[in-house]
């Protein structure tokens, strides 16, 4: 399948992390949109902001600081959704019925420049952010304790991302 075609027409694409197949149907784009418009964010972004939490060099919101990364870089979430000490607890009243859930959530800095996203990086550099996914993803799903692994790019104010910086 030629690659212009393969971006018109419905496929499935290997997920190398993961092993399995996912469904994709590039010619959905194609739809009318109706929906929220969003401004494409300035490009002009310097690569390095002082008041950046991820930046190299940097304090976080936690008050720890940043080594001055060179690379990609790694660490556990100030702000996880999920956290490895939630005592077990199971709710179970009326139509509410939940069990608490533990975790552990991993910021990855796909680049120590501020300006970049991963469209804009040079492909040894995107590279560099696929291995370190899946280190992240071997050492993570191998432990008894975690059932899943999500790896995804945090991007865009609309998906709730609260920082610019190139990470996920």
Known sequence: ???????????????????????????????????????????????????????????????????????????ANDFSALLPDTPKE?????LLLGKSETGICKVVCFSPDHSLTLPLMEVTAIEKVVSLWQKEYTELGARTDIGHVQIFENKGTIMGCSNPHPHG
């Open 1 to 75: 399948m030629a690659e212009d075609r393969l971006n018109q027409v419905p496929h499935r694409r290997y997920n190398i992390l993961t092993g399995e197949w996912v469904l994709v149907s590039p010619h959905r784009t194609k739809r009318p949109w109706q929906g929220k418009q969003e401004k494409l964010p300035a490009l002009d972004k310097p690569s390095y902001d002082k008041e950046c939490y991820l930046c190299p060099g940097n304090h976080r919101a936690s008050g720890q600081t940043n080594p001055d990364y060179k690379d990609v870089f790694s660490f």
């Open 90 to 94: 199971v709710y179970n009243q009326g």
